[in-house]
């Protein structure tokens, strides 16, 4: 029976309806206590995603009306990047790209966004 109930209340989860539900309800609570919408952000000192979502945090705050809090990452749990080498120069190469694309500031290489953001967090 188990089998037979999971695919249509996991339909029900994941539908557009009930998204928009709760949106609704979560919206209409917010006015209600007159709360100014949140955004959390985590930030890791030498990631290069990290170092272009803090120049597009302004226009996010303006454009949404949002209250942002950052939060600092220094160590991340080893198990989350498997291929640590790999996924730093793809990153760095990812990052560039979206730079350009978004008209955002991206140091050349690898060692300057791990040098900029340790004298970043240094002096932080």
């Given at each position: 029976?188990?089998?037979?109930?999971?695919?249509?209340?996991?339909?029900?989860?994941?539908?557009?309806?009930?998204?928009?539900?709760?949106?609704?309800?979560?919206?209409?609570?917010?006015l209600?206590?007159?709360?100014?919408?949140?955004?959390?952000?985590?930030?890791?000192?030498?990631?290069?995603?990290?170092?272009?979502?803090?120049?597009?945090?302004?226009?996010?705050?303006?454009?949404?009306?949002?209250?942002?809090?950052?939060?600092?990452?220094?160590?991340?749990?080893?198990?989350?990047?498997?291929?640590?080498?790999?996924?730093?120069?793809?990153?760095?190469?990812?990052?560039?790209?979206?730079?350009?694309?978004?008209?955002?500031?991206?140091?050349?290489?690898a060692?300057?966004?791990?040098?900029?953001?340790?004298?970043?967090?240094?002096?932080s």
């Amino acid at each position: 029976m188990k089998k037979s109930i999971q695919p249509y209340v996991l339909q029900l989860i994941s539908s557009n309806t009930l998204r928009s539900i709760k949106r609704a309800y979560y919206t209409c609570a917010r006015l209600f206590t007159r709360d100014v919408p949140k955004l959390e952000v985590f930030i890791k000192v030498d990631d290069p995603y990290s170092l272009l979502l803090v120049q597009a945090l302004p226009k996010l705050e303006e454009k949404y009306r949002v209250t942002i809090t950052a939060r600092v990452i220094i160590n991340s749990d080893p198990v989350m990047f498997p291929e640590l080498a790999m996924w730093n120069q793809h990153s760095v190469n990812d990052a560039m790209h979206l730079a350009n694309v978004y008209r955002l500031q991206f140091p050349c290489s690898a060692t300057g966004v791990t040098h900029q953001a340790r004298s970043v967090f240094t002096a932080s």
